[in-house]
């Protein structure tokens, strides 16, 4: 969907699984650890001492987050899978979804370009990703999903409802993209990829294919057992253990898109929300892509939600970011979003409050009820309108709110720290203020005035900090070309080099454990 408030959503009726607080009792465990690896290293070297630290840290933080589970055992035999099948004839519903994963031929890898390294694609059993796509009819209980997962995942072409608001050069770049189709995005351009290789024996990074989210997605809102949540997460760790990539690596140069947040994977308890999976004894070393992660795991990596913008070419890119530099926005400040009735003193209410009691600095989008569900141009209207734009957290700590907020060129405020500094590292500007503005939650509880706060930046302090959200809307977009954008680096190629990047690092450091 184009830009889509925080609406009610069924996710928010249910209790999603949070990161324990604490496992105290297992320091002994992470201080045994860190007496057996000092014999490995010179202590008289300097970088000894970073690398123990970063790596006890690393530890620590894992066991009091749960996200090593050592003890899990996987319970079932393997599943033997045929090779992938050939895309069957299919209901012209979910055609375009399902034939833009058929398996190709990658294009012939430069090796200049690829120096970083090459990737390898596994050819999964259709079962994990073709065949879900199939059944798009039946991803959810209300509605089918077979025009959100259509035009490679970029969902139905929004020009048409547009004239007047986007530039109408730019208009076919626009779709009504879902936010939960990242994993069907990733594996199209992988597919594409210059350094993609046949050969696993040349590959430093291998890529999972597996629609985890749109797998597990169907589940969520149903009485399921935690054997259906779990199933397809089983099923595919049974298949990719069977790999000798896997065995050679234990999964350390492994990588996979997970298409939703981290907590629908983080079932602690067989009654509560979502999958196990991310607690499976084989994803333990799998470097994970997330629209939400978890702070303290390191194999959670955030990645931007997808927005409706999907540029053509660079200069789509260069002619948006000229269109929201050059754009009046006559409003101070804006807030696109719906009040949490069952929620006492719920902050979206108090932000709702305040803006419409300025009206004359503030421009708000109510969407409660269903009025956001299927996207709204207004919410697009708004953010171009406005120099700043207020972001709390969503049903999670983050929402998608803030992607489409920034590729339109206002600036974010947030009131929580998690929402976006401590998610996006490899997209946003390292130096929070450069972009944005922190208003701490309990002071506007108590009172404080978003208004007098924006107020205190001048002109010039605006136009500094639009222009660093402008000049990283790049980074926080997807492509609509499956070879990407040539020169200028997309979300998907800045979260590709991150994790060559992270995997050529562990190789160095040799930190690794089996």
């Not at 992938?84 to 004839?89: F, K």
């Not at 629609?211 to 935690?226: D, F, Q, R």
């Not at 947030?414 to 130096?431: C, I, N, S």
Request: glycine share 6%.
């Amino acid at each position: 969907m184009l830009p889509i408030s925080d609406q009610p959503s069924p996710e928010s009726h249910k209790k999603k699984t949070a990161a324990p607080d604490s496992l105290l009792s297992r320091k002994n465990s992470f201080n045994s650890l860190t007496s057996a690896l000092q014999p490995y290293f010179s202590l008289h070297n300097p970088r000894t001492w970073l690398f123990l630290a970063i790596i006890s840290l690393q530890i620590f933080i894992i066991f009091m987050a749960r996200s090593v589970p050592l003890t899990l055992s996987f319970p079932h035999a393997r599943h033997h899978f045929p090779g992938p099948i050939a895309a069957a004839r299919l209901p012209s519903s979910a055609s375009s979804a399902a034939a833009s994963v058929s398996p190709t031929d990658p294009p012939s890898a430069d090796s200049d370009q690829c120096g970083a390294g090459k990737i390898y694609l596994y050819e999964l059993p259709s079962f994990f990703n073709l065949e879900i796509l199939k059944q798009c009819d039946n991803l959810n209980p209300w509605s089918s999903r077979c025009d959100a997962l259509a035009n490679q995942g970029f969902g139905q072409p929004a020009a048409g409802r547009l004239a007047g608001i986007v530039p109408e050069k730019l208009a076919p770049a626009w779709f009504w993209t879902d936010q939960f189709v990242s994993e069907v995005i990733f594996h199209n351009r992988i597919l594409k990829h210059a350094c993609r290789t046949m050969e696993p024996e040349s590959a430093a990074a291998f890529y999972i294919p597996f629609y985890t989210g749109l797998a597990v997605g169907k589940y969520l809102w149903s009485n399921s057992s935690a054997k259906d949540r779990d199933r397809h997460c089983e099923m595919m760790l049974s298949w990719v253990q069977d790999q000798a990539p896997y065995k050679r690596s234990n999964g350390w140069d492994h990588f996979i898109n997970m298409g939703r947040i981290t907590w629908d994977f983080r079932r602690s308890k067989d009654e509560d929300w979502g999958s196990s999976c991310i607690y499976m004894a084989g994803m333990r070393n799998i470097t994970r892509l997330l629209i939400e992660r978890n702070p303290w795991d390191y194999f959670d990596v955030g990645v931007p939600y997808p927005t409706g913008f999907h540029p053509r070419s660079e200069s789509d890119v260069a002619e948006w970011q000229d269109y929201v530099r050059t754009r009046p926005r006559p409003a101070l400040f804006c807030f696109a979003g719906a009040k949490r009735g069952a929620i006492k003193n719920d902050f979206r209410g108090i932000l709702l409050s305040q803006c419409r009691n300025e009206t004359d600095a503030c421009r708000a989008v109510d969407c409660a009820g269903a009025r956001c569900a299927n996207g709204t141009t207004e919410i697009l209207e708004t953010f171009l309108g406005s120099k700043f734009c207020l972001q709390p957290r969503g049903d999670s700590f983050t929402r998608r709110s803030i992607f489409d907020c920034m590729v339109a060129g206002s600036i974010p405020v947030f009131f929580w720290k998690r929402t976006a500094y401590y998610q996006y590292e490899w997209f946003l500007p390292g130096e929070p203020g450069s972009y944005s503005v922190y208003i701490d939650r309990s002071e506007v509880k108590n009172g404080a005035s978003i208004r007098k706060v924006l107020e205190r930046y001048s002109e010039e302090d605006v136009r500094r900090m639009r222009e660093r959200v402008i000049e990283y809307i790049p980074k926080l977009v997807y492509a609509l070309p499956e070879e990407g954008l040539g020169s200028v680096k997309d979300a998907f190629d800045v979260a590709i080099d991150g994790v060559l990047r992270r995997f050529k690092e562990q190789e160095e450091w040799g930190f690794k454990w089996r």
